[in-house]
């Protein structure tokens, strides 16, 4: 399995070279250089694929004019070099205008400057076969930038290094999600063991498991996946207004969740808490410093979240503590539980990936707009981006997914940064099953853990599967379209395989009715024994 995994993923590797939209602008003036963003459209302008290979132009500057006309300027007087324009607005000229005069005063590049954010330049096929000379949009603020730096005549070479659709971020992101399902699973399982046994629960302090959640009834299952919906919807409509709150949220949420995490690592490695006396209570020095740690990091991602460069490594440590102690704080009661609720929530992203762009104005998926925020257009999967009219803007990004810069576009991040990205449900939601099958494992005393083992390898599988179809498509996947039905599909099967379907699907010895009463069975805080009953 593991070779034929690696192979398909060889495929894909050599295969998925893509048209690059980005480029660079390398301006010089003897020794002295510096190199900008661009824009461009590989199907309409040829661009050198390296600097080396790049053709030198001196460069003209017509900022003071938007070229939509020849004006004062003869035939043939750029003859060879770049020229740097206004970009204006459509009711002025249109982009291929501009390029038509340039062709018609000799200009052998069109550098078309931007106070606005950039997409892809486009123009009808009629046009398209008029225009010979390459043309890119850049930034106004570059250009300024470049007549301060060269302070007179520049020389200018346009390239554009091959992007390779596979890049080894996608590994990577592949690692961290299965280390981060697994070991949130293998956690769970370690507090139900620790829960028979009478033990405390390894990640906090005693009496830690009084704030654990089970979901047991359908009921409740069915309002969960509607309250994700109108949040989802809320913050579609509100964004500006909501994404501060939730960002406020997850400070708080994800240091409670590292705290909960680096105890339960401390109390494994048997560290001592070192409790302090002073008068009649006591405190432990250990707390305190993890809660001071913890608190110092949720606040230092609050305040330098919008920092692309290197806060996305503490964005994924946080992230990480937060799905960890998600998958083991809430757990689901048995497999009927599992089936409704990862089935709903596989419906859930579908429709807000796929069928939500026919209803939204601008064609963009709901699911897409709120995990990356409405300006992230140089993150977005099927690039169709907007870079910055500005490369100091940041914008409000909701922290809801794991990111990690794509390596091999590094050159083009002058642009903007571009991510591989997963979402946070994409790996707790799976990952509760997965928590479910080993506690499993732990109520029929299964040495080998066949059902934890086997639901991670389908995980595993699942979110090769999905990177694949997303190579292969050039496209954003709802990662649950996948990873629903191998984890859903593997864990009955090896349930049936073993002859243990019905108690699978029954889960624990007794179910709780609800949080004031006692649970049906009278043994129920003796322990679990190896043969489940329905209640």
């Avoid at 110092?296 to 440590?317: F, H, K, M, P, S």
């Avoid at 599909?489 to 349930?495: F, G, L, P």
Wanted: proline content about 3%; hydrophobic content about 50%.
């Amino acid at each position: 399995m593991a070779a034929k995994l690696w192979i398909i993923l060889s495929v894909v590797f050599l295969s998925s070279q893509s048209e690059c939209q980005e480029a660079v602008l390398h301006v010089s003036k003897g020794y002295l250089s510096k190199e900008y963003c661009l824009v461009y459209n590989s199907s309409l302008s040829n661009i050198s694929d390296s600097l080396s290979n790049a053709v030198r132009y001196q460069l003209v500057n017509l900022t003071s004019t938007l070229l939509c006309d020849p004006g004062s300027l003869k035939q043939n007087s750029l003859l060879g070099k770049a020229v740097v324009v206004l970009r204006g607005t459509v009711r002025d000229c249109a982009l291929s205008q501009k390029a038509r005069v340039a062709q018609y005063l000799g200009a052998a590049v069109l550098l078309i400057a931007s106070t606005d954010p950039m997409g892809i330049p486009s123009v009808n096929v009629t046009e398209s076969e008029k225009v010979t000379i390459p043309f890119a949009l850049m930034r106004f603020q570059d250009f300024m930038d470049a007549q301060k730096v060269f302070a007179g005549e520049m020389e200018v070479q346009l390239y554009a290094l091959p992007v390779l659709a596979f890049d080894c971020s996608i590994l990577l992101m592949l690692a961290l999600a299965i280390f981060t399902v697994a070991m949130g699973g293998f956690w769970s399982g370690a507090a139900e063991r620790a829960k028979q046994s009478g033990a405390a629960v390894s990640g906090g302090e005693d009496g830690a498991d009084s704030g654990d959640l089970s979901l047991y009834s359908p009921l409740k299952v069915l309002l969960f996946v509607l309250l994700m919906c109108v949040m989802l919807v809320l913050m579609y409509f509100f964004y500006k207004w909501l994404v501060y709150v939730v960002i406020v949220i997850f400070c708080l949420a994800s240091a409670t969740a590292l705290y909960s995490c680096l105890d339960g690592i401390m109390n494994a490695v048997g560290c001592s808490k070192f409790s302090v006396s002073c008068g009649e209570r006591s405190c432990s020095v250990r707390s305190l410093l993890l809660t001071s740690v913890c608190i110092t990091l949720a606040v230092i991602w609050g305040v330098y979240r919008n920092e692309d460069r290197w806060i996305w490594i503490l964005q994924d440590l946080l992230g990480v503590a937060f799905c960890l102690n998600f998958m083991k704080t809430i757990t689901l009661s048995n497999y009927k539980i599992c089936i409704i609720l990862l089935s709903l929530l596989l419906v859930y992203d579908v429709f807000f990936v796929f069928i939500t762009p026919f209803f939204t104005p601008n064609g963009e998926s709901i699911m897409v707009q709120v995990a990356l925020g409405p300006g992230a257009g140089g993150e977005k999967t099927n690039g169709d981006f907007m870079v910055p009219a500005d490369s100091s803007t940041s914008y409000e990004k909701l922290p809801v997914v794991m990111r990690i810069p794509r390596l091999s576009a590094w050159v083009q991040n002058l642009c903007v940064m571009q991510f591989s990205i997963l979402g946070y449900g994409d790996i707790i939601i799976p990952g509760m099953l997965v928590a479910y099958c080993h506690r499993f494992d732990v109520w029929t005393n299964s040495s080998k853990r066949i059902y934890f083992t086997c639901c991670t390898i389908a995980y595993s599988v699942g979110l090769v599967v999905t990177f694949v179809v997303m190579l292969l498509s050039k496209m954003g996947q709802p990662a649950l379209l996948y990873l629903v039905p191998f984890t859903l599909i593997t864990s009955a099967v090896v349930a049936c395989v073993r002859k243990e379907f019905k108690q699978f699907w029954a889960g624990t010895t007794y179910q709780v009715l609800d949080s004031s009463r006692d649970p049906l069975s009278s043994d129920g805080e003796a322990g679990y024994s190896r043969e489940v009953r329905k209640c």
